[in-house]
C-alpha cells in the first residue's frame, strides 16, 4: 500500500511539474532603455516570435534600426526538464528515488551592426534534449537501480543584449 502512494505521489508529482512548465504562455518583451538611443524595430518589423515544435524552438528573425556601430549578442537557451524515479530491481520494482533534472541547450552570436546603424538578427533556433539523450548519460545514484523518465517539459530563453548593455533590450521566455 506504501509503496503504490508513494509511486501515485511521484507520478502526480511529476505530472504537475509538466502540466505547469509546459503550458505556460510564451512572454516577450522589448525595452530598448537597454540599447543606444533611438534604437527601434524597422518598419515591418517586430519582435521576433519564437515557436516549439518537437525539441525544437524556433526563433523569426528581426531588424533594428538607429543602433550606429553597437553590436549585439543574441542568446537562444533550450532546457529540458526531466522528472522520474529510480527502480530498485527484483520482483516488486520499488520506486527508491524520485528525480528533477535539467539539461541545457545554448547557441549564441554575435551580430554586428551595419555601415548605416541597422542590426538583421537573424533566426535562431535550438534544440533540447530527447529523453533517449538523456537516459543515455543518467544513472541512478545505486549503479543497480534503473531510471524511469514520468514526465519531461521543454522552457526557452531568447535574448539579445547591445554590447555595454548589461540588460538584454529583448527577452522572449516560453
Not at 534604437?39 to 515544435?53: D, I, M, N
Not at 523569426?60 to 550606429?68: E, H, L, R, S
Not at 554586428?112 to 535550438?126: H, W
Amino acid at each position: 500500500m506504501q509503496r503504490t502512494l508513494r509511486r501515485a505521489l511521484a507520478l502526480f508529482v511529476a505530472m504537475l511539474f509538466a502540466l505547469t512548465v509546459g503550458t505556460a504562455a510564451a512572454q516577450a518583451a522589448t525595452n530598448f532603455a537597454n540599447a543606444p538611443q533611438g534604437a527601434h524595430y524597422v518598419k515591418g518589423y517586430g519582435e521576433p516570435v519564437c515557436t516549439l515544435t518537437g525539441l525544437t524552438v524556433s526563433c523569426t528573425g528581426t531588424q533594428i534600426a538607429g543602433v550606429g556601430n553597437t553590436n549585439a549578442t543574441v542568446t537562444l537557451s533550450v532546457t529540458s526538464t526531466f522528472t522520474g524515479v529510480c527502480h530498485n530491481p527484483g520482483v516488486n520494482s520499488k520506486i527508491v528515488e524520485p528525480f528533477t533534472e535539467s539539461e541545457t541547450t545554448t547557441t549564441s552570436s554575435v551580430i554586428t551592426s551595419t555601415k548605416n546603424g541597422r542590426l538583421i538578427v537573424p533566426e535562431q533556433s535550438a534544440t533540447g534534449t530527447s529523453t533517449e539523450e538523456f537516459l543515455a548519460d543518467f544513472s541512478c545514484p545505486n549503479p543497480n537501480w534503473t531510471p524511469e523518465v514520468t514526465g519531461t517539459a521543454i522552457s526557452w530563453e531568447y535574448s539579445l543584449t547591445f554590447a555595454g548593455f548589461t540588460d538584454p533590450a529583448i527577452l522572449i521566455t516560453g
